[in-house]
């Protein structure tokens, strides 16, 4: 297949493009950098054309020459958008994420409309967050949005893409869980005080943590790109649900230290604003039309999850 990726040189992306690329398709990643700065995607495999890999500059705003990779492509897949995770809400940052988001996705959506052959599938991001806080119940596909800053970014970001829908194409939001990989996402963040035998959970430790094992999320993205039978939203978390108790203790036993510093609620509070809401509250997400579309987790239990990533002799 010919795809084309925007965000391809973000956290996920540096994983993905790889995979497609060993497998063969003809990619090119939109990047925002003229010059893209070095990383493990960009040398070799993005710089590389006998890869089957090229990059196209777009300010991810508006409709230019990149557009024209659009026609043609049999798929899309949209990653672009700043880490949420990153920096404190401020008015100013909460804008940002935003409009990291819904730009980009307006953008594609209308280099798709323009198009005279348009791919047959657009794969976009979203997240779990599109729930907001639940605290009792099963959440699959069909629980209703919260009502918290998060849920309202994913909920428009997720709009924006299902404008595709209306020129024939297929659509997939995929609702990630919490990523984990020791290279990016929430678990880099989290290791640092364990590895100082200082680790514990945050706030009370019973709220549900939607992990996701980093493979599982390439998984997905791919499977979503190449089976048909599957459209709108996926939630794409781990089948085994945890509390942050819960995975806070797993990851303390697999790195071999103590987990028995909880942070208290209303430190995370002063320390990051309303971005201590994401850490606090959760949701027990369901994979549910994932395993009903015959979805096979890599990592489908938290404990081996864990150990994929931090093997013996590796922490």
Request: proline share 6%; aromatic share 8%.
């Amino acid at each position: 297949m010919r795809i084309v990726v925007a965000g391809g040189t973000g956290f996920i992306g540096g994983f993905l493009i790889p995979k497609l690329s060993a497998a063969k398709h003809q990619l090119v990643i939109l990047s925002r950098n003229r010059e893209p700065s070095p990383t493990r995607i960009s040398s070799p495999v993005v710089a590389n054309t006998e890869a089957g890999v090229t990059t196209e500059w777009w300010n991810g705003t508006s409709v230019g020459r990149w557009a024209e990779t659009i026609d043609g492509a049999d798929a899309v897949i949209n990653l672009a958008g700043e880490s949420i995770a990153d920096k404190r809400w401020t008015r100013a940052r909460k804008l940002d994420l935003l409009n990291s988001r819904i730009f980009p996705t307006r953008s594609i959506v209308e280099a798709i409309r323009r198009a005279r052959k348009r791919p047959s599938v657009l794969v976009n991001a979203s997240a779990v967050g599109y729930y907001g806080s639940v605290e009792t119940g099963d959440v699959r596909e069909t629980h209703p949005k919260g009502y918290d800053f998060l849920a309202s970014l994913c909920a428009r970001w997720e709009d924006e893409a299902r404008a595709a829908e209306t020129f024939g194409v297929r659509v997939v939001r995929l609702r990630f869980g919490i990523i984990l990989d020791k290279e990016g996402g929430a678990l880099k963040k989290l290791l640092p005080p364990f590895r100082l035998f200082a680790g514990g959970w945050l706030g009370s430790g019973r709220q549900w943590f939607p992990w996701v094992h980093r493979d599982d999320v390439i998984g997905m993205i791919i499977y979503a790109l190449e089976n048909g039978a599957i459209s709108g939203p996926v939630n794409v978390a781990g089948p085994e649900a945890v509390t942050m108790k819960e995975f806070c203790r797993a990851l303390g036993k697999v790195l071999k230290r103590p987990c028995w510093a909880p942070v208290p609620g209303f430190v995370l509070r002063v320390a990051l604003g309303e971005l201590s809401g994401m850490l606090l509250t959760g949701q027990k997400v369901v994979p549910r039309k994932a395993l009903d579309a015959g979805y096979t987790f890599q990592h489908p239990s938290l404990t081996p999850a864990l150990e994929a990533i931090f093997p013996p002799g590796s922490t």
